[in-house]
């Protein structure tokens, strides 16, 4: 399944109303905050990697390569930035900022600290993770309607029963499921994609 990786800068001081962990949002609340964000003085990007991609590399590498360029494609709020992202294994050193709890290293050209929690802590994190979540989430609805026996609209790509049951039934297909990803290594019904 896709890689969505989301980057969010905005003015030191100023916060949208209502923007935390897109995971405590319904979606018609993240889609409202989604349109505040792209309204306001924020910026914020999107990178997507399709599975393919994601074979070719691992999915640390590919989500560390989705991160640089989500970071690279947006307009940092001070001349000199700190990238805080919510995540784990991207950065290999431990941070020495304990109210942060996590590693540090750059992204890019920026230095950069994993959060433990990230998107609940942090303004900008849930920024970026309504952005990237919203947009994954269309995605996936459009992929319903050419998939609809896979149930897209409802999981999202997510690895819920129903969607592993819509896997044994009808197989994974090579331009929506990652053949890396171990639940997928040894199914043997593969589909090539809008196969009947």
């Known amino acids: 399944d896709l890689v969505a990786t989301g980057a969010f800068s905005i ?12 995971k405590l949002l319904s979606e018609k609340s993240r889609v409202k905050l989604l349109r505040e964000i792209i309204a306001s003085e924020a910026t914020a990007s999107v990178d997507m990697l399709q599975p393919p991609e994601i074979d070719s590399l691992d999915i640390l590498t590919a989500t560390r390569q989705s991160m640089q360029t989500s970071v690279s494609l947006v307009t940092p709020s001070t001349p000199t930035p700190l990238i805080i992202f919510d995540g784990r294994s991207i950065l290999r050193k431990p941070t020495p900022d304990a109210s942060i709890r996590g590693a540090h290293g750059t992204l890019g050209r920026f230095p950069a600290v994993e959060a433990d929690k990230g998107d609940l802590r942090f303004h900008d994190v849930a920024g ?53 990803f171990s639940p997928m290594k040894a199914m043997t019904n593969w589909r090539d994609a809008l196969e009947t």
Do not use: C, N
């Open 11 to 22: 003015r030191i001081g100023v916060l949208i109303e209502g923007v935390k962990d897109s």
């Open 128 to 180: 970026a993770s309504i952005v990237a979540k919203t947009i994954r989430d269309g995605i996936m609805a459009t992929i319903h309607e050419a998939y609809p026996e896979y149930g897209f609209d409802e999981h999202k790509a997510y690895g819920t029963k129903k969607h592993q049951d819509a896997l044994a039934k009808h197989g994974p297909v090579r331009t929506i499921h990652r053949s890396s």
